[in-house]
């Protein structure tokens, strides 16, 4: 079994910045594809960002050009800087991994962001 323990998340004002982690342990040795999901109240989760083993990455389209995800190998971790953060952000943030995009069986416990002045 894989467990995902997220952090990083919190209050930021517009336009502000954020960083959250994702650290995996456990049965990780096929942890092809890691990412960032997202669910806003009354909204249905969405893709914030994938990236695989071999750095490869795709990000949903509301956060294109202001989200960046990365990846530590050696740590096992996984990274998505917010910048340029909008009141429409405001969700709680999911890690995931899995052997691949369609397969991702393991989530985090998720963390709050929340962007408001």
């Known amino acids: 079994q894989v467990q995902l323990v997220e952090s990083g998340g919190g209050l930021v004002q517009p336009g502000g910045s954020l960083r959250l982690s994702c650290a995996a342990s456990?049965?990780?040795?096929?942890?092809?594809?890691m990412g960032w999901y997202r669910q806003a109240p009354g909204k249905e989760r969405e893709l914030v960002a994938r990236?695989?083993?071999?750095?490869?990455?795709n990000y949903g389209d509301s956060v294109k050009g202001r989200f960046t995800i990365s990846r530590d190998i050696a740590k096992n971790t996984v990274y998505l800087q917010m910048n340029s953060l909008k009141s429409e952000d405001t969700a709680i943030y999911y890690c995931?991994?899995?052997?691949?995009?369609?397969?991702?069986?393991?989530w985090g416990q998720g963390t709050l962001v929340t962007v408001s002045s």
């Open positions: 990236i695989t083993s071999g750095g490869s990455t």
């Open positions: 456990g049965s990780i040795f096929r942890l092809n594809v």
């Open positions: 995931c991994a899995g052997v691949s995009a369609s397969a991702l069986n393991a």
